[in-house]
């Protein structure tokens, strides 16, 4: 598969912006290298369609104007984790659910754990909100791109949310 990526100056710092032909298959934390990505190639195309949607649309949500996404996405995952990505796409803006919410509503209540770890493997952060889970006393735990970056998240959806 061929690959094509651009990247996102966002208060959060450098994202990369991981395109295939199917659609967004990642969103990359700074110093994250796009070639990771694997493939038969990986080029630089900011003119890109796909990018330029999913480049808009993050861009409006760091500005407080989008809460969804409509950007065609391609996340690359076992039909596991694809249901759990699916459903923290259920989870609405400004609010959050715990791992073992996650895990009751994929019918797999005993999975915790196993979520927690589909959770970490997220390839599409923010657009599919992984940020949005929490620990079931309501801490913040684990997150790719560090707790920090979580709060941020978790602060920015609150303030425009209410």
């Given at each position: 598969m061929n690959y094509v990526y651009r990247t996102l100056n966002s208060p959060l710092g450098i994202l990369t912006l991981v395109g295939s032909e199917r659609g967004l298959a990642a969103i990359l934390w700074e110093g994250e290298d796009p070639a990771c990505r694997g493939g038969d190639s990986i080029r630089e195309d900011v003119r890109n369609p796909l990018l330029r949607q999913a480049h808009q649309e993050l861009t409006e949500y760091f500005a407080g104007r989008r809460?969804?996404?409509?950007?065609?996405?391609?996340?690359?995952?076992?039909?596991?984790?694809?249901?759990?990505?699916?459903?923290?796409?259920?989870?609405?803006?400004?609010?959050?659910?715990?791992?073992?919410?996650?895990?009751?509503?994929?019918?797999?209540?005993?999975?915790?754990?196993?979520?927690?770890?589909?959770?970490?493997?997220?390839?599409?952060?923010?657009?599919?909100?992984?940020?949005?889970v929490i620990g079931a006393n309501g801490t913040l735990t684990g997150f790719a791109g560090g707790l920090t970056i979580k709060a941020q998240l978790l602060a920015l959806e609150r303030v425009r949310a209410g």
């Open positions: 809460r969804r996404f409509t950007v065609k996405l391609d996340p690359s995952g076992t039909e596991f984790q694809n249901q759990v990505w699916n459903a923290l796409r259920t989870i609405p803006f400004g609010e959050t659910r715990s791992y073992s919410q996650i895990a009751q509503q994929i019918g797999r209540g005993n999975a915790v754990r196993a979520v927690g770890a589909a959770n970490g493997r997220n390839p599409l952060p923010i657009i599919v909100p992984c940020h949005r």
